[in-house]
């Protein structure tokens, strides 16, 4: 038998490593035994999953702050061998997760219950949206927040025109050109300037009709190109979304190591163990000094301790 704390401790340890194996290994160099096999361990994780609050539980209880600014966008996942997607909101100021939903695909419909799920923390003073132009995202957006700025990551834009046209090593100086002119499109630094570029790129395609791939990097830009030009109305805006970006790529890095999820359960489980942790867990090597080692619900404003050694065995004591 294995006190509570003890469970705490261990599922804390596996977060920070996200190894089965090296939990294992390192409680058995402390004990000189084989204390968990790795079944048993992942029973008694999973029943501390179990056992901890929704996201929505955590946020009604330590109250956070929201910016009006959010970011939406959802990381693919594995599941029996098919692929299923973690649709989250998130704050871009705090980086605190707001609410997430785990879907079969991208539409207007689940990007609507997603949205749904966040209204009561978000449907008073929301003042802009960061995404990547998903149509049934955008729909649904517009649907519940239909005056509301909605900014597309131009660097997203960018990464897909560069899986049509090579960008780092162009093959020809017909694609060092067209890298050079795309992106007098997305990085100009007016308005004017981005849509006389746009305008400019499209003459040149005409120039050089028989080369396809132009026409389709034409496509890219132009499909919802207004909402690449929001910052230039909404300065307080960013015109890229790296913070989601860089937050995507965490849990994916995560979620990829569980090998893909066994069963519907096992999904909800740990998907709400990990984004439980990182709104809990401290940023240490952010560039921004003003949130290093502070928590995304630290800096949302909740009510915490300056230390919490372990987030789980915090929750247990503390929330009612």
Not at 117 to 133: H, M, N, Q, R, S
Not at 271 to 289: G, I, P, Q
Not at 302 to 313: H, R
Request: proline share 5%.
């Amino acid at each position: 038998m294995y006190s509570v704390k003890m469970i705490e401790y261990v599922a804390y340890m596996y977060l920070r490593s996200l190894s089965f194996n090296q939990v294992i290994a390192i409680l058995g160099a402390y004990y000189e035994r084989d204390v968990f096999t790795k079944d048993r361990l992942v029973h008694h994780i999973e029943k501390i999953a179990d056992r901890i609050p929704e996201n929505e539980q955590i946020s009604q209880w330590l109250k956070p702050k929201r910016s009006g600014y959010y970011a939406i966008d959802g990381p693919w996942l594995k599941y029996r061998g098919r692929d299923i997607v973690l649709l989250i909101l998130l704050d871009v100021q705090s980086l605190d997760i707001v609410s997430y939903k785990i879907a079969l695909k991208e539409s207007a419909d689940s990007y609507t219950k997603l949205i749904q799920k966040a209204l009561p923390e978000i449907a008073v003073g929301t003042k802009g949206f960061f995404c990547d132009g998903d149509p049934g995202l955008l729909k649904a957006i517009k649907a519940h927040f239909r005056k509301t700025p909605i900014q597309l990551c131009v660097f997203h834009k960018y990464s897909r025109v560069n899986q049509i046209v090579p960008f780092i090593r162009p093959k020809t100086e017909l694609d060092k050109e067209i890298k050079e002119r795309v992106e007098k499109v997305l990085f100009a630094p007016t308005k004017d300037q981005a849509v006389e570029a746009l305008r400019n790129l499209e003459q040149f395609a005409k120039e050089h009709e028989s080369y396809d791939k132009l026409k389709k990097v034409i496509g890219i830009l132009k499909r919802n190109f207004k909402l690449l030009l929001t910052h230039f109305e909404n300065p307080e805006m960013s015109p890229y979304n790296n913070v989601l970006e860089g937050f995507n790529y965490i849990v994916k890095r995560r979620t990829r190591l569980m090998k893909g999820f066994k069963k519907p359960i096992n999904i909800t489980r740990w998907v709400k163990l990990l984004l439980l942790d990182w709104r809990f867990h401290l940023l240490k090597e952010t560039e921004f000094k003003t949130r290093r080692n502070k928590s995304p619900l630290q800096l949302a404003g909740s009510n915490l301790p300056p230390k919490i050694y372990n987030w789980l065995t915090f929750v247990r004591k503390n929330y009612k």
